[in-house]
């Protein structure tokens, strides 16, 4: 009899406890930080390249079935905490009725961009998060396929940096365009910023209710931005996205670059915040006072280092975050040559932190 | 007698007093910041332009009259109270032996970068800073070309940014190949950093000797490594750089991106730090303990705003740096389409800061 008790409860709390990573955006403390990496699905793995020969990119991410195999492949190579969904900040400018193209080994380009208060009057803002179904389709499809242990992430690009797309029309290392757009035509701006959350909260929403069990906000070029400009073209529709959704799930805001405001992104009420490497662990914790959740923040350029290295890195950095209110990750996403085995030891040096410790 | 006493001390003071830049950097405090701008010599100015479309690269680099003429173009034009000598922080890496080209629109290409230990081997470090006779030439000429009143300021890439190019051989986002050749390579990666010092050092002591009033230092990749490794690749040799230098001429070390460690920059002994605009003056001036003098650190896409907003934002740069121990600059080189206009209206600005204050 109390065995059976014992029996069931365990099962019990199988069933009812959530995994690991959705435990630790709820505040709870646990063993181990939960472990996942910054596009762990894609262009590094050699299942990813098999594919990829096959079909073009948008192919890939607008096929629910593809999204969810890529989606899959890391779990069953590297298993990490959480799966993220394979595809693309663009798919909103896309979906708002921009033409995307990837271009092999030269990036996004949009071939006509954004110049005129017409071009803004233009944008789809009601029909977008429809046209994204197959993102929502390739969620629940992954969910279902994915061990109940592990959580699904779904994400968008945050506001600033899909505009920085929007306008500049292809990547770029200042984004000058972009900036002039905001100084110049500081209205329109912020009329399109507002346009792209709008669709982004819908966007998420729908991700969230498609199986997504929390969402992460990619700022990536966050960092181009003066602490000035970055609160009020950035933070402020970033803020707004976060108000709408954590309501309804977990929200991690990674915006690369900005220590300088990394204070203010503690106000937002996010959940968690994503970090990069030009900032150390205790730095952040200083800044953000110890009272939040923090994500990253290893440089993907030292997963080329010995795996004896890598081991020693990642300890050390679990112990300068601490185990708790802390996810392991990256601080931006995992290099195309990086060794496979030595992104698994990354995930397994994780998983062993609690038994390296005792 | 007396009448004459005055107007003997004003021409003696006149003739005896630094120009005001090099004032700052002695420590004197001043009516208002001296300007000058990073990349003021160059491809914003239609004036270089016309030398464009007739010289190629290394023939405008490698001309002493020609370097001189492009110098002195921006003190004609938008007069700032220094010059920095027009030239590339890949002449170094070329008088080393290594081919480098310089590809409009696409940035430097150094068609066999640094693979192998015989490669380092082959480096010739006792000449190059004889090839580089050049770049003296040009300031010597310069010097005598530029108004007593006017700062000449010499300049050279830092040795983890020169390195990241000759380990690379082009520009990139993330420099992978070049940090990979770190952890894998540690031993080689400091015999190369080494001879890049040596170089280096050679080279900003020729500058001096030839008419350089101060010179700087560009750690432009900096921002890439985490702050271990800065500390480990970088700013140790910027700080024998800085040991060495500083006995014949002020120095300003300008790495971007590295916030984590500008408390660590600021124990080189430096005569100033350069700074971007990821970080505000209240927060380097904290860092650094107002104890030393900074140099920045105005957003370059900025100066594509309205003319009004550029004054409004320059004197508020000033107001929050204090006008004593400060240099006002860019936080990066100017961009390209940059008005000329705006680029003047930015010195005028700082020049009549005492002026408008008062």
New interface residues.
């Given amino acids: 009899m109390n065995q059976k008790y014992k029996l069931a409860s365990f099962f019990l709390y199988k069933i009812m406890t959530p995994p690991l990573l959705l435990r630790v955006l709820q505040g709870e403390l646990v063993d181990r930080p939960p472990v996942w990496l910054m596009r762990q699905a894609g262009r590094y793995l050699p299942e990813y390249q098999v594919l990829k020969q096959k079909y073009d990119f948008f192919t890939r991410v607008q096929t629910p079935a593809l999204a969810c195999a890529i989606t899959m492949q890391p779990i069953k190579i590297i298993h990490p905490d959480a799966a993220i969904i394979f595809s693309d900040i663009l798919v909103v400018p896309q979906a708002m009725g921009m033409v995307v193209e990837m271009h092999e080994g030269k990036g996004p380009l949009l071939p006509n961009p954004i110049t005129s208060v017409k071009d803004i009057n233009q944008l789809n803002t009601t029909e977008a998060s429809i046209k994204l179904s197959y993102v929502y389709e390739a969620l629940t499809l992954t969910r279902k396929e994915l061990d109940k242990n592990l959580t699904l992430i779904g994400f968008a690009g945050a506001p600033w940096t899909v505009f920085c797309y929007m306008i500049e029309g292809k990547g770029s290392?200042?984004?000058?365009r972009a900036?002039?757009f905001c100084?110049?035509e500081r209205d329109r701006a912020h009329q399109l910023l507002q346009k792209i959350t709008q669709v982004t909260i819908e966007y998420l929403t729908a991700q969230i209710k498609a199986g997504a069990d929390c969402v992460q906000l990619f700022d990536s070029w966050a960092?181009?931005?003066?602490?000035k400009?970055f609160l009020e073209f950035s933070l402020p529709y970033m803020n707004q996205i976060v108000t709408a959704i954590k309501p309804f799930a977990p929200i991690i805001l990674f915006a690369k670059?900005?220590?300088?405001s990394l204070s203010e992104l503690c106000d937002t009420k996010a959940t968690a915040l994503g970090i990069d490497?030009?900032?150390?662990p205790q730095?952040a914790r200083n800044i953000t006072r110890h009272n939040i959740i923090l994500q990253g923040?290893y440089?993907?350029?030292?997963l080329?280092?010995?795996q004896k290295?890598i081991q020693q890195d990642i300890k050390t950095m679990i112990q300068e975050f601490g185990k708790d209110r802390y996810i392991a990750n990256l601080?931006?996403g995992l290099?195309p040559?990086t060794p496979v085995d030595n992104v698994r030891c990354f995930v397994d040096t994780v998983k062993n932190f609690g038994s390296m410790t005792k």
């Fill in positions: 290392k200042t984004f000058d900036k002039s100084y110049q960092g181009l931005l003066d602490k400009d670059g900005v220590i300088h490497w030009t900032i150390t730095q923040n440089d993907p350029a030292k080329f280092q010995d290295n601080g931006h290099l040559q």
